[in-house]
């Protein structure tokens, strides 16, 4: 496991081009977690850096969900830890997440069916008190097509519309930190390329970190910049995504393509 993380390491300080400081905004240590008698994570470790989008990769059940549901604080692990910025946030409360930064989109799309977009993001927003205008303007501004459709019910729209609104939804919680979980299921491989693409830009405009889930390993490489390898609960390889995309036995074994 500590080889695993000096990877990590290494392949984080090589993506900042040579640069003396890296910002591990999020680091998971040693992190386990158990559902009754069924040990999902064990022992995971892995950083995820601002500006960078960090990949998840793995088989269903392979622990994917389940680091990001601990690592925000739905569920607690029975050891490790999640530091945030160099604060340990393992104990702390799921509601004191988005105050400090960390922004989580399920796996699932879930929107109000009944309201309309404009609406869904409003309610989206509730909870951090008063948003601006123009912190609605900026997801329009990212998101055109949910521009277009701001007042249509949401359960109007395409899947791809929808995973665009959930992800303006929590981008409206400012946050130093996005939790992605499998956005790309179901998808046709054109959106989940749009919708990415718009997620690199975000990343490298805004300098937020994402920690993107994916059983869609080539997809989610071909825009990460770092790729972690669950497989049942552990991490099997870190490494750039590049060398991870180019390590054929890896793939065949773990990655799916
Ligand atoms: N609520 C739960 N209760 C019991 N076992 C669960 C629960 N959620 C997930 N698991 C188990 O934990 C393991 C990891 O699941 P999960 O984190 O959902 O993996 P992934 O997201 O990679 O598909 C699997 O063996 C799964 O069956
Ligand atoms: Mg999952």
Redesign the pocket.
């Known amino acids: 496991m500590a080889e695993t993380h000096g990877s990590t390491a290494m392949s984080a300080t090589g993506t900042t081009g040579g640069t003396a400081t890296t910002t591990r905004l999020l680091e998971v240590e040693g992190l386990s977690s158990a ?2 008698p ?1 040990r ?1 994570l064990d022992g995971v470790s892995l950083s995820a850096e601002a500006g960078r989008i960090t990949a998840v990769l ?10 990001l ?1 601990t690592i925000s604080g739905l569920v607690r692990p029975v050891a490790g830890r999640v530091v945030l910025d160099g604060e340990d946030i393992t104990k702390a409360s799921v509601e004191s997440m988005v105050g400090r930064g960390m922004a989580h989109v399920p ?1 699932g799309r879930g929107v109000i069916a009944e309201l309309t977009v404009d609406e869904n993001l409003r309610v989206g927003a509730l909870f951090r008190g008063k948003v601006g205008k123009d912190e609605f303007d900026r997801v329009y501004d990212l998101f055109p097509r949910i521009a277009e459709r701001r007042n249509n019910a949401a359960h109007t729209l395409s899947g791809g519309e929808r995973q665009m609104l959930v992800i303006g939804r929590a981008l409206l919680a400012k946050p130093r930190v996005l939790l992605l ?2 956005p790309s299921l179901g998808l046709a491989p054109r959106i989940v390329a749009q919708i990415f693409g718009l997620l690199r830009q975000l990343v490298d405009a805004e300098g937020l970190s994402v920690l993107l ?1 994916e ?1 869609n390993a080539r997809s989610a490489l071909s825009v990460a910049d770092v790729g972690v390898v ?1 497989n049942l ?1 552990r991490v099997v390889v870190t490494d750039s995504a590049s060398t991870l995309m180019g390590d054929e036995d890896l793939r065949h074994a773990y990655l799916g393509f």
Do not use: I, P
């Open positions: 559902y009754g069924v999902a793995g088989a269903n059940g392979a622990g994917k969900t389940t680091l549901r796996e979980d499998e889930v059983q669950l609960g």
